[in-house]
């Protein structure tokens, strides 16, 4: 008979016609090309009828039976359509994803990132190849300029390497009795951090599952920085009850501040309203406790939170910066997003007025007349100070001086 060339060869040794072979065969010609013959060597001679009819059965052409020494080499030729588009690459490591292991260290990086994620992208990352005809999931956020940032990758693993426990990591039982009325400062100021958490921590969770898996490093990265915002929740509960105060009160403008981050459906704006505005302002006013908190305890729960809320704002800052320099339009989208932010808000024209004493009484060490008087310029100073940096963010980010001036001073009373 004449040889044939083929490209793939089974080795099945003295394996019968059973469901073993037949996946073996499934699995080869799933990944052959059109027109690719693969050859089937067997230490048996008389497997020829079911290998015919196998091949009759998937729609390819069994072309025959060769005699080796001491095998049988059984030859099909692959007819159907291709089921996979391109071939998987071997040697090579996804960009972004690095490993510890010394012996890949000199493997091949994969491609670039593209800008659009293929459309047969499923619930798969880059460098996994969809079968054709698979399903098509339609994520809403699959354009690399809507959800990347390029040091995303070192984000997520420095989230990684800063983890700690709300329980083991704090010194709870050293947190000192204070005064009711510092104590009840502390837990106000408390309840309020915790309301703003649950909005770092439910706006995120709102976007995961639209950002296409394509951009892997992404929807990774806001998993653990929704861990940390669980985390932030978590040991500032526990401080409102270190003491037996508990939890305060919330006012009106809090919670309608928080609510026009948490409708927003545009992930760019998202972005640039949550972690640019929002917790850029809330790193200043952690970094107001932390110098003021009366106890050290409560001063490493702030310290490690701000830790925290720093990357955040370092993947909001340079996600946003890359979208602008990809399309300098999206500064007008974005401002119109702080404007409109500013007439929801303006239907409660206060700011939440319990916070605001409780940061005083705690500024101030006591809410004595000189001592709250003191406590309240240093709360005007730390609003001034938010507005400082706010401006600052806003041209890092590529936007003008005025504009940065202008935005800045719409953001809501609510700081967040």
Same mark, same amino acid.
Request: charged share 25%; glycine share 6%.
């Given at each position: ?26 699995n ?9 013959i693969?050859e ?34 059984? +030859? ?50 880059r ?12 994520f ?12 995303? /990758? ?5 989230? +990684?390497? /800063?983890?700690w ?24 100021i ?21 950002i ?15 861990? *940390? ?32 981050l948490?409708?927003?459906?545009d ?40 830790? *925290? ?23 007008? /989208? ?14 409660v ?18 809410d004595?007349?000189?001592?709250y008087?003191?406590?309240?310029d ?21 936007? *003008? ?16």
């Amino acid at each position: 008979m004449h040889t044939l060339n083929h490209s793939i060869s089974i080795q099945i040794g003295n394996i019968p016609p059973s469901k073993e072979l037949f996946l073996k065969l499934e699995n080869a010609f799933l990944i052959a090309s059109t027109h690719e013959i693969i050859e089937i060597v067997s230490f048996k001679s008389n497997i020829e009828i079911e290998l015919r009819a196998w091949a009759r059965l998937r729609g390819h052409l069994y072309l025959g039976r060769e005699s080796l020494k001491e095998q049988y080499s059984y +030859k099909i030729q692959k007819i159907s359509q291709d089921s996979f588009s391109q071939k998987a690459s071997w040697g090579k490591k996804m960009k972004g994803i690095e490993t510890s292991n010394p012996k890949l260290k000199d493997l091949e990086l994969s491609d670039e990132i593209l800008s659009k994620a293929p459309d047969s992208n499923g619930l798969m990352t880059r460098g996994i190849i969809a079968q054709e005809g698979s399903t098509v999931y339609g994520f809403e956020l699959s354009h690399k300029e809507q959800v990347w940032s390029q040091s995303v /990758a070192s984000l997520y693993e420095e989230g +990684k390497n /800063a983890q700690w426990n709300a329980t083991s990591d704090i010194e709870w039982n050293e947190i000192p009795t204070f005064d009711p009325i510092m104590e009840k400062a502390i837990c106000q100021i408390m309840t309020y951090l915790v309301e703003n958490e649950f909005s770092a921590l439910y706006i995120p969770g709102k976007f995961i599952s639209k950002i296409n898996p394509y951009y892997m490093e992404v929807p990774l990265f806001l998993s653990s920085l929704m861990n *940390d915002e669980a985390r932030h929740i978590e040991v500032f509960t526990k401080r409102a009850n270190a003491n037996g105060g508990g939890f305060q009160y919330s006012s009106e403008v809090t919670q309608r501040s928080l609510f026009s981050l948490f409708k927003e459906d545009d992930y760019l704006k998202s972005s640039f309203l949550l972690h640019v505005m929002g917790e850029g302002t809330f790193i200043d006013l952690l970094s107001f406790l932390e110098k003021h908190i009366p106890d050290e305890t409560t001063k490493k729960i702030i310290r490690l939170s701000k830790r *925290d809320e720093i990357r955040h704002v370092t993947y909001g800052m340079k996600h946003v910066k890359s979208a602008i320099e990809q399309n300098p339009n999206r500064i007008n /989208a974005l401002k119109n997003s702080a404007y409109k932010r500013k007439e929801f808000m303006d239907e409660v024209s206060s700011e939440s007025s319990m916070l605001l004493e409780s940061l005083a009484i705690l500024a101030g060490g006591s809410d004595s007349a000189i001592d709250y008087k003191r406590g309240f310029d240093l709360v005007e100073e730390l609003k001034n100070t938010m507005n400082e940096n706010r401006i600052k963010r806003l041209i890092q980010i590529g936007m *003008d001086e005025d504009l940065a001036h202008d935005i800045s001073k719409v953001h809501t009373p609510n700081f967040m």
